[in-house]
């Protein structure tokens, strides 16, 4: 009797060890001896640490390529968008302004500017208004960024050029309602608009590539920290000298952010109210001649030794750039002949005419751009 409860016992005993191999390996260390537990705890350890590294590897190190600011990879992968606004009194208020990583300003026709917005992540975009026609120096401006744009027709000298592009052009009457739309409360040239979700519907239409091409270098290089200009001069207000809408930047301190007015008021996106401000403002310097027609503009966006202004964190200084063709991609240099890195920020980037290159502006208190005024 005394030898069979002893074989039961050790039944019992090897069934508790057996049953903990279908268990989790936590429950396995419950039942086990101390000794047991001691082996256990270096697999537990290891483990840990293949899941940090695998974690690490999935965190992304993308930046906006407009901007140099974190974003999802998939969306810095992707070619932007461009689009032609309006910039007359007519065309106010805007939308969509605010929205852009970089907005390039030039002139048109009659001392008028017109501005293109730039947008890396556009599918979510709020209405863009109103969107007007191409010219075709801001279409060889969009291809430095590798950007679909969007514009509403187009003067006659850029028909051809815009053959090689990869564009969404309102007077295509197959993106009408479906790229294209009209504000009925606004009168026409100043009513059309398009939104992320029109824009997106387009480019399918088109079947257009929207990932950057394994080719392309990116327009700008960004610093990894923001910093000071070393060298340059103050720069409290900067103007670039246009003479109708006549804008300026004033630089905001507390923000770190140059604050754009223009027509004599603070530049402000309709759709949201916000200000422009911008953490990059450059003025380049492009030559020019006029069309046949003595009406349009032809600038030229190449040239061996453009010059121009950086302007960032309240300072101003000289840059030079360069752009072999017209439809290749541009490049700032500092004073020193090194490629311009930006600090990390949206970008403003003001067309000035070579001749009138002497009314830029730069002052170094609010009090000064008053009396220059005056």
């Known amino acids: 009797m005394r030898n069979m409860k002893k074989w039961i016992l050790l039944a019992a005993a090897c069934c508790i060890v057996f049953s903990g191999c279908g268990k ?13 537990t001691e082996i256990v705890e270096p697999e537990e350890t290891e483990t840990e640490e293949i899941m940090t590294e695998t974690e690490e590897v999935v965190v992304s190190e993308s930046k906006n390529p407009l901007t140099g600011e974190p974003m999802d990879e998939a969306l810095a992968a992707q070619r932007p968008v461009s689009c032609m606004i309006g910039n007359t009194t007519d065309a106010m208020p805007q939308y969509g ?51 679909i744009y969007v514009h509403y027709g187009q003067a006659i000298y850029a028909t051809e050029m815009l053959k090689s592009c990869d564009d969404l052009n309102g007077l295509d009457g197959d993106l009408e309602n479906v790229t294209f739309l009209r504000d009925k409360s606004r009168k026409s040239p100043h009513n059309a608009y398009v939104t992320g979700e029109s824009i997106v519907a387009g480019i399918k239409k088109r079947e257009y590539r929207t990932e ?29 000298g246009y003479t109708v809408n006549k804008p300026w930047f004033v630089y905001n301190a507390d923000t770190g952010l140059y604050e754009r007015y223009q027509y004599k008021a603070a530049h402000v996106d309709g759709g949201n109210s916000e200000q422009l401000a911008f953490k990059n403002v450059i003025f380049q310097v492009c030559d020019y001649k006029m069309e046949p027609d003595g009406k349009y503009l032809d600038v030229k966006t ?11 964190n309240g300072k101003a200084m000289d840059i030079t750039w360069v752009k072999e063709v017209e439809d290749g991609i541009g490049t700032y240099y500092d004073a020193n002949g090194n ?12 067309i000035v005419l070579n001749d009138a290159e002497d009314k830029i502006g730069v002052y170094a208190s609010e009090a000064d751009f008053e009396a220059s005024r005056n």
Do not use: W
């Not at 989790?24 to 047991?36: A, I, M, N």
């Not at 500017?113 to 969009?142: E, F, K």
């Not at 290089?221 to 900067?238: H, I, K, N, P, Y």
């Not at 190449?302 to 960032?312: N, Q, V, W």
């Open 24 to 36: 989790s390996e936590d429950e396995v260390v419950d039942v086990l001896p101390t000794e047991q």
């Open 212 to 240: 950057h091409a394994d080719t392309y270098k990116n327009r700008f290089s960004f610093v990894d920290a923001d910093r000071t200009l070393d060298g340059g001069v103050e720069a409290a207000v900067v103007e670039p």
């Open 97 to 147: 302004t605010s929205a852009a990583d970089v907005l390039i300003e030039a002139p048109a026709e009659g001392g008028l500017t017109r501005i293109m917005g730039i947008y890396q992540d556009y599918a979510n975009l709020p209405t863009i208004m109103s969107v007007r026609s191409c010219r075709h120096y801001y279409a060889y401006i969009s291809n430095e960024f590798e950007a």
């Open 302 to 312: 190449a040239s061996y030794g453009g010059t121009g202004k950086y302007i960032s």
């Open 339 to 350: 490629e311009l890195e930006l600090n990390p920020g949206k970008t403003c980037i003001c």
